[in-house]
């Protein structure tokens, strides 16, 4: 299983995170980030040969792109070609992950994952392992709390974002068993070829080289 993580962002943890990483996906300036923070993640990205992949969100830095906006599938389309250009303008770009409202808008919205597949063109797309299947790459999270549905615990819920001890044990057994545990108390299956660190979880990131080493022995 790779080790992901989206970046340029504004955390600012990108040289602590990026030597465990197999993957960094790269923000392109519409839910955040800008120019200037693209190129030098991708030339850390390269320094530590981690794939790069592209991450659109909605243009909605308020909301950090986390609320979805009333927009056609063409607008959608147009969204996501201009950053993912954005980034190849910079670096190759090996996949695409889209961020927020419009990652979750993929398995939600038909109209949505249409627009987004328009505009990666032949490049896989990343999304959640429950909802994965057909697409590139298939996501877990180590640091989120799911619920019986596959679907993430809202982050306006205190639950929703694991600590320390909760992001390993959920990482091990999603290793060793191929599930998690859910908020219910239940266990959900999850076939995961990728495993999501947010730079924005200090516990996340307090525990990457455990994550690491988890991975490897896995």
Known sequence: ???????????GCEAALMPYL???????????????????????????????????????????????????????????????????????????????ALYHGMHQQPTVMEAIRRAVGELPLMGPAPFAEGLGWS??????????DGTLVPRSEARAVLNETETLAQVRQLISDGSVTTD????????ATT??????????????????EILDAG
């Open 1 to 11: 299983m790779k080790l992901n993580c989206d970046m340029a962002e504004g955390a």
């Open 22 to 100: 197999d993957q960094a996906n790269i923000a392109c300036g519409a839910h955040a980030g800008g120019p200037e923070l693209m190129r030098s993640i991708v030339a850390l990205a390269r320094q530590h040969d981690v794939s790069i992949g592209a991450h659109p969100g909605y243009p909605d830095r308020e909301h950090f792109g986390r609320e979805s906006l009333s927009a056609t599938p063409d607008q959608i389309q147009a969204w996501v070609t201009e950053q993912v250009e954005r980034l190849a303008a910079m670096s190759p770009v090996d996949y695409v992950k889209p961020h927020g």
């Open 139 to 148: 996501e877990a999270f180590a640091d989120r709390r799911y619920q019986a």
């Open 184 to 191: 219910s108390g239940g266990t959900l299956a999850l076939e």
């Open 195 to 212: 495993l999501c660190v947010h730079g924005d979880n200090p516990a996340g990131v307090r525990v990457i080289h455990v994550i690491r």
